[in-house]
């Protein structure tokens, strides 16, 4: 599962717990994107800040694993790379035993995939799962109906967007994030300004 997670949120956490239903996954291992490319200007947290967020918010479920893959590649994270990094890592930890790989992101991150490097070698390697917010109606991007799928989640009307408006505006995020989340942005005084 790859994304920012600038903050991790409990909709990305029932977002995965609904992939790994759906399509019966016996791990689900978040990402959390290296360098920005295109977010020059908001108040993002430090990428080992957000690892730190990905690795206590997904601590508690045997499923979800947190990956240092992204943050530690230099330059912009490329999807394709992320897949590559993970699926060697896994052949070397299992010996080479076969895996189905998919890949779960949001869906509009996911409509712009086909000017992303190597889309080939993404849908060649993995099943694509866009989760969207609801109401949220997606633009067909043209992809292989076979290679994608877009599952509905409730709880995506949480954004991270809204929890770092939250905090600028001093309002509450208790439930909105893990409880050890929130002491993260409280300790490391993450997203004060707007
Ligand atoms: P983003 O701009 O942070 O997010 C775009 C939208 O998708 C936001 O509404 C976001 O909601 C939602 N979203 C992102 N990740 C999500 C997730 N895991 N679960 C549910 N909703 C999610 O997107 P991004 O983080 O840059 O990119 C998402 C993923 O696509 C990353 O793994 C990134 O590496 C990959 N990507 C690859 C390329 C490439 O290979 N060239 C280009 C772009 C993106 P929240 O803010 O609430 O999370």
Do not use: C, N
């Not at 080479?96 to 869906?107: H, K, L, R, S, V």
């Not at 080939?120 to 799962?129: C, E, G, Q, Y």
């Amino acid at each position: 599962m790859g994304g920012s997670f600038d903050p991790i949120h409990l909709g990305h956490l029932v977002a995965a717990s609904e992939a790994a239903h759906r399509f019966d996954l016996d791990r689900v291992v978040f990402s959390p994107t290296g360098e920005s490319y295109h977010k020059q200007t908001d108040t993002r947290a430090p990428s080992e800040v957000r690892y730190l967020m990905t690795v206590v918010a997904t601590a508690a479920d045997p499923r979800f694993h947190a990956t240092r893959v992204d943050i530690d590649r230099p330059g912009p994270t490329y999807t394709a790379e992320t897949l590559k990094d993970l699926q060697s890592a896994f052949a070397e930890e299992s010996g080479g035993q076969d895996a189905e790989w998919f890949f779960i992101t949001g869906a509009d991150a996911l409509a712009d995939i086909l000017g992303w490097r190597d889309p080939d070698r993404i849908l060649d390697s993995a099943h694509l799962v866009g989760v969207t917010r609801p109401g949220h109606v997606l633009e067909d991007p043209g992809l292989p109906q076979d290679r994608v799928s877009l599952i509905e989640i409730p709880a995506l009307a949480i954004s991270s967007t809204d929890i770092r408006r939250r905090v600028a505006a001093g309002a509450p995020i208790q439930y909105l994030v893990p409880s050890g989340v929130a002491h993260l942005i409280d300790k490391y005084r993450l997203y004060r300004s707007a």
